[in-house]
């Protein structure tokens, strides 16, 4: 069964950093493009991040790029994202997402299979 679980979720402060997982079974995370996203109250689901399943550099989109660091852990199967210089409008809910077809999305459409999010909140 495919299940894709995400952690590190919480109150941070601006100017904060904080790490998100997302701990998947069912799958190697090697072998599926993991995406990162983010709903906001009343927003629509954002995609902001997304690393592909061969050794190329992670795509960000520019609200987050030079702040966010997505990595991946094959021995663990688990995808992170590191989370730095954190802004008030960062807060959301995040959602890591898994996508078997090759190619870097953004679309939420695009993805399979999706953990239960994480909520972070940056506020002083």
């Known amino acids: 069964q495919v299940q894709l679980v995400e952690s590190g979720g919480g109150l941070v402060q601006p100017g904060g950093s904080r790490r998100l997982s997302c701990a998947a079974s069912g799958f190697n995370v090697t072998d599926y493009y993991i995406g990162w996203f983010r709903q906001a109250p009343g927003k629509e689901r954002e995609g902001i991040s997304c690393?592909?399943?061969?050794?190329?550099?992670?795509f960000y989109v520019d609200s987050v790029k030079g702040r966010f660091t997505t990595s991946r852990d094959s021995t663990k199967n688990i995808v992170y994202l590191q989370m730095n210089s954190l802004k008030p409008e960062d807060t959301a809910v995040y959602y890591c997402?898994?996508?078997?077809?090759?190619?870097?999305?953004?679309?939420?459409?695009?993805?399979?299979?999706w953990g239960q999010g994480t909520q972070v909140t940056v506020s002083s």
């Open positions: 997402a898994g996508r078997r077809i090759t190619g870097y999305s953004t679309r939420p459409a695009d993805y399979d299979y």
């Open positions: 690393i592909s399943s061969t050794r190329s550099s992670p």
